[in-house]
């Protein structure tokens, strides 16, 4: 229970299904980046009467806060469920670590799946296994469907623009059969509903949009921080024509068009980060990958076989699937040919996210993308 709207209705919805249900509240421990340095800012009266320090901090911004878990404990004293605070701090370490060097590699990492997989659908298990809890929940939206054979399968939300099944990629398959998903067949409206005729303090409570161990906009100074120093270099064209220079490797990802500052007389994007010389290589629009990948550390969720099948392929949670066919490489690896031209684009192609196969709504697996 993280204290916000989803899981606290995914709890209830549990508790009136007849499950008895113990909440968990993760906590990260200490902030990722000591605090900038400067005066205290405004105290801000948050919703629900929390009184909140407002300056810009480093830690903890997206869930799992001081407030956050005040509003789990009230959500769970109000549906009458005990609540634990796990300290997952090493854990979440781990987490910040993988989010850094990616970006020190050229690449640009996802540390919520990392988290889904490592810590909600990892760690937890055991904490399950310890109470002798049978499953473990989530307000993740995303269906968790038993096939005619018996088989749990994950397929898309119910609300599209909601779907949250592309970060349960990573999930490892022998946990499906005792993962819940309650609100995955609800509307992000019916789920505030259900909150609020409930009583919950949690209902009208704004989503939680960053990441949570940084705040918006101070991931370049995390990476900095955790690997000690930002890695400055030189914009370059792809024949190696000097441009400018750029503040850190960090500050960008592939496709990117916007933070270059440079006054060329067209756009231009991301094509390639060169993490061993800190090159950011710039060109036109057509110049960035998004035609085919190769990924690693694939999960299949499904069998695919090892023969080249056609599926949908989505390469950035903000964007939708492209079709694409999917040749399998070996244990672990893949790769994916985009077969819907540029009405049909999956967007630049970015090393380090992920790239997640589905067969319509129903998720079938996925991998990290090497390039």
Known sequence: MSGGVDSSVAASLLV??????????????????????????????????????????????????????????????????????????????????????????????????????????????????????????????????????????????????????????DVSPERLGRMLLPVGGMSKDDVRRRAAALGLITADKPDSQEICFVASGEHARLVGHRLGGSRAGEIVTQDGRVLGQHPGIEHFTVGQRHGLKLAVGRPLYVVRIEPDTCRIVVGDRDEVPDTELVAGEATWLEPVGDEPFACLVQCRAQRGPAPAVVTPLGPGRFSARFTGGPDQSPGPISPGQPAVCYAADRLLGGGWIEG
């Open 16 to 169: 009136d299904a007849g499950y008895e249900c113990v909440g968990v509240f993760m906590r990260h421990g200490r902030p990722a980046l000591p605090p900038e340095p400067g005066p205290p800012g405004p105290l801000a009266i948050l919703p629900g009467g929390h009184d909140a320090d407002a300056r810009r901090t480093s830690g903890h911004q997206g869930c799992c806060s001081v407030t956050d878990a005040l509003d789990a404990r009230r959500v769970a004293d109000r549906l009458g469920i005990p609540l634990f605070a796990l300290d997952l701090t090493d854990d979440f370490s781990q987490i910040i670590d993988y989010f850094a060097t990616e970006y020190g590699r050229g690449r640009t990492p996802n540390p919520c799946v990392r988290c889904n997989t490592w810590i909600k659908f990892g760690r937890l298990f055991d904490h399950a296994d310890a109470i002798g809890a049978t499953h473990v929940a989530t307000g993740h939206y995303a269906r968790l469907i038993h096939a005619a054979n018996g088989r749990p399968q994950i397929f898309r939300g119910h609300d599209a623009a909601r779907d949250q099944s592309y970060v349960l990629f």
